[in-house]
């Protein structure tokens, strides 16, 4: 069965140091989302993408935060300066569209978890 | 701001129970209802609900969609060990197709 492969599966970082997480999506799909979820804490929405373009972001989503889609195959979330509290779970999901139908049902990554010292 | 609230938070029960786990939603312009199954890596889908009253099956669960109570059951019969998870509820909803979650619940399923 396709599956969302993202790397790595867990980065120790300092405060202040970048870090790109990278995830392979479905190969078939055209919408690209990343969420994240603290440790105890609800699946939060960082940002949507398609067609090359961010189709939304949440108010988390801030000027630290890039996405990227540099190749037909990969798609990137950069934390330029990291906080602490950049400190979760990243998911990386992928849909073959969007709307009611099955199309739109999100598979995700297994994550990457990222702790910032 | 949408909102899903899941209930209950834990559960532990033993293997042969019935389970009933709820989720309700407060979500502009309601699109979906979404469930997930998580275990120690990806959120793994189970059910899209789109239509009230409409029964989704799969093997030992079932969920069914409320829309006039605002409110989702996913139920699991004969609970094996496997089971022992955190089940996701989430919503999409308004002028875009973003998933809001609840905080989930952790169901702990004992020999």
């Known amino acids: 069965e396709p599956e969302v492969t993202q790397t790595p599966s867990h980065q120790v970082t300092q405060m202040g140091q970048e870090v790109i997480l990278r995830c392979v999506p479905i190969?078939?799909?055209?919408?690209f989302y990343w969420y994240r979820q603290i440790l105890g804490q609800k699946v939060e929405f960082l940002v949507s993408?398609?067609?090359?373009?961010?189709?939304?972001k949440s108010e988390i989503f801030d000027d630290q935060f890039s996405v990227e889609r540099p190749d037909g195959s990969n798609f990137t979330l950069k934390i330029r300066s990291t906080k602490l509290e950049d400190s979760a779970m990243y998911f990386c999901?992928?849909?073959?569209?969007?709307?009611?139908?099955?199309?739109?049902?999100?598979?995700f990554g297994a994550g990457s978890r990222l702790t910032v010292l | 701001e949408d909102k899903v609230v899941q209930s209950p938070l834990s559960l532990v029960v033993h293997e042969g129970d019935t389970v009933t786990l709820n989720c309700s939603y407060e979500v502009t312009n309601f699109r979906s209802l979404l469930w997930y199954k998580q275990e120690k890596k990806a959120p793994t889908f189970l059910f899209m609900l789109?239509?009230?009253?409409i029964e989704k099956k799969s093997g030992r669960l079932s969920s069914i969609l409320d829309k006039k109570e605002l409110s989702s059951i996913l139920n699991i019969t004969a609970t094996q060990t496997g089971d022992s998870a955190i089940y996701l509820c989430?919503?999409?909803?308004?002028?875009?197709?973003?998933?809001?979650f609840g905080k989930g619940t952790l169901l702990t399923v004992n020999p």
């Open positions: 989430a919503v999409s909803g308004g002028s875009n197709y973003k998933l809001t």
């Open positions: 789109t239509s009230s009253g």
């Open positions: 999901a992928s849909s073959l569209g969007q709307g009611l139908g099955g199309a739109n049902v999100l598979t």
């Open positions: 993408f398609y067609n090359n373009e961010i189709s939304e």
């Open positions: 190969s078939n799909h055209l919408y």
